[in-house]
């Protein structure tokens, strides 16, 4: 190759001597041209070295923790729990400080993560039990059925709580791979409530139980779930993936390994924190190394507010109202944070509503891939997500609880609470070291409040605005007619039937 290209250069020089200067140029020109495409095809593999060409198509790594709070996180404002790993993804990404998951508990909030509907739409109205013959109907779309119609491979690792049935779990819901436990840690014979007793908490592969869950297990969790994305990310790197690390912690009862023992000043509840922290860390890292991560989009969230019946075992909302299991922004604030470099701006705070539910339909943009053939309820939120429309895609969102009770209506400024009972500890502290104290069930009349001024939903604007109380309360009576609700007593038109086991 080298003695053709001398050679090309020595018939060049002769020839200059006789062109005209313009021809030189042109000659030049090739010359240059051609030297470029022979040491270009002298490089093996140049273009599998740079990763961005690999693939065009983007991975979704999706890091979902379990009842962690608004105020959890250094990134979020938390003084007492050093996240630093979870930081640097903040800055390398945006933070949204108004990003609500679709119901403030576990099962509804998870249905409507992976179905793009509000949890109610596809049957999901409360908790799955142990004991439940129910499921999300493997006929609904989840966000793993779409991608893999455009040839992507998914796994699912650790809680999954969307039923525990063969059929329920997530390899008949899309994924390709399953590992972890079918619904939250604290179901199992060591649960300190009276009013439950339950069987021994599996562990399962794919559809198959392969163990039982002891404390051993619970303080290991975290390190081995990590282990198993980072096992398959490195397995799937070369062909587009979606990945969801679903944390059980820091769901009570909390578990830590040695290594992340005493670490925080928040107590137990600080330690597992941490080692959230240093299991997103070494996730990065994966995908650093692999050189993937400039085509890889990395969520971390909550699944909804924390269990603040827990006291130091639950998380901190961060100063907003009340938690898990209301429609208050304590229950269904969560911190978003998403780094997908190029596409989503770094070091940007963004503090547009979105909501759990337009994840799909963003991910299927992104992906280009179909939409369900079912009726959803998110929307493409890229724009919101970009900052380069500060706009809600949605004229409103909508927030049930307690077995479809509509309890709330929010747009980007307002949102009209509905008269309702809801679970409280009503000013009392919370257990300690793992106790729980009981809540206690108390009401809310109609109140109006201005998030945007307010976002600790304490002055009561009803009598201030009643045509923005008018105006919502017509949203209220439209989502009632297709969704829905237990308050009013009026069934929805469009709720599709849950997933039942034979
Ligand atoms: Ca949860």
Redesign the pocket.
């Known amino acids: 190759m080298s003695l053709s290209v001398f050679s090309y250069l020595c018939y060049i020089t002769m020839e200059l001597h006789k062109k005209s200067i313009l021809d030189s140029v042109l000659i030049l020109n090739y010359t240059f041209l051609c030297l470029c495409i022979l040491l270009g095809s002298c490089t093996p593999n140049k273009t599998e070295a740079t990763s961005p060409t690999k693939q065009e198509l983007p991975n979704f790594l999706l890091i979902l923790t379990?009842?962690q709070g608004y105020g959890d996180l250094s990134a979020f404002g938390a003084k007492d729990i050093a996240t630093p790993n979870i930081d640097l993804l903040g800055k390398e990404g945006t933070k949204y400080t108004r990003f609500y998951v679709p119901q403030s508990?576990?099962t509804p909030?998870r249905a409507g993560i992976l179905t793009g509907c509000y949890p109610n739409r596809v049957g999901v109205d409360w908790v799955f039990l142990p004991h439940s013959k129910t499921g999300l109907n493997p006929e609904e779309e989840t966000i793993a059925d779409l991608l893999q119609t455009v040839g992507y491979t998914s796994a699912y690792y650790g809680k999954w709580h969307l039923g525990h049935h063969p059929a329920f779990l997530p390899t008949n819901q899309g994924f390709d791979e399953y590992f972890g436990i079918p619904y939250?840690n604290d179901m199992w014979p060591l649960n300190p409530r009276k009013d439950y007793t339950f069987p021994p908490l599996p562990l399962i592969k794919n559809t198959t139980t392969i163990d039982t869950v002891d404390e051993v297990l619970q303080k290991n969790m975290t390190r081995l779930l990590t282990e198993k994305t980072i096992a398959f990310i490195k397995q799937h790197q070369e062909k587009p993936f979606f990945a969801v690390l679903s944390h059980p912690m820091p769901?009570v009862p909390l578990y830590v390994s040695d290594e992340f023992k005493g670490k925080s000043k928040r107590g137990l509840y600080g330690d597992v924190m941490m080692e959230l922290d240093w299991s997103t860390g070494e996730i990065m890292k994966t995908l650093k190394d692999l050189h993937i991560d400039q085509h890889t989009m990395v969520l971390f969230m909550?699944?909804?507010g924390p269990w603040i019946a827990y006291g130091d075992h639950g998380g901190s909302t961060g100063g907003l109202k009340e938690g898990?299991e209301t429609s208050f922004e304590g229950g269904i604030r969560s911190p978003l944070i998403i780094r997908y470099p190029n596409k989503i701006p770094a070091g940007k705070t963004i503090d547009t509503p979105i909501n759990g539910i337009d994840l799909l339909p963003t991910f299927a943009h992104l992906a280009d891939a179909p939409l369900p053939s079912k009726k959803i309820d998110g929307k493409n939120v890229l724009a919101q997500l970009q900052g380069t429309s500060e706009l809600m895609a949605h004229e409103a969102y909508y927030f049930y609880m307690n077995k479809n009770q509509l309890e709330a209506v929010m747009t980007q400024e307002w949102k009209l609470v509905l008269p309702h009972s809801f679970n409280s500890l009503n000013g009392r502290p919370g257990g300690q070291d793992g106790a729980l104290v009981p809540y206690e069930e108390i009401g809310t009349d109609l109140a109006l409040y201005n998030l945007i001024n307010d976002p600790f939903e304490t002055k009561n604007r009803i009598a201030n605005h009643p045509e923005v109380v008018q105006q919502l309360q017509a949203k209220a009576d439209s989502i009632r007619i297709i969704l829905g609700d237990k308050i009013t007593g009026i069934q929805g038109t469009e709720v599709r039937p849950l997933g039942q086991y034979n």
């Open positions: 379990d009842d508990q576990c909030s939250s769901h909550s699944d909804n898990k």
